[in-house]
């Protein structure tokens, strides 16, 4: 519902934590999709093979402060 007003931000957190795995591959692709088109993502989850799969940069965060940032596909 959020999509249909096209906003810049959007910000998911776990996501995909009641999702199927078939559901969650939707999920991913309606992503790369916004991402194509210019859209950022605020994507949380301590699933790093979802962030690896989804985001260009991350923040590392441990008990609430900031541990480190990197790029997750290296």
């Known amino acids: 519902r959020c999509l249909l007003q096209t906003p810049q931000l959007i910000i998911l957190d776990e996501p995909t934590s009641v999702l199927t795995p078939q559901e ?3 999920l991913f692709e309606t992503l790369e999709r916004l991402r194509a088109e210019g859209k950022s ?13 989804i985001c260009d940069r991350a923040t590392v965060l441990r008990h609430g402060k900031v541990v480190g940032h990197c790029n997750p596909r290296q």
């Not at 993502?41 to 799969?53: A, D, F, G």
């Open 24 to 26: 969650a591959d939707k």
């Open 41 to 53: 993502i605020l994507y949380i989850s301590h699933r790093l093979e979802e962030v690896k799969r």
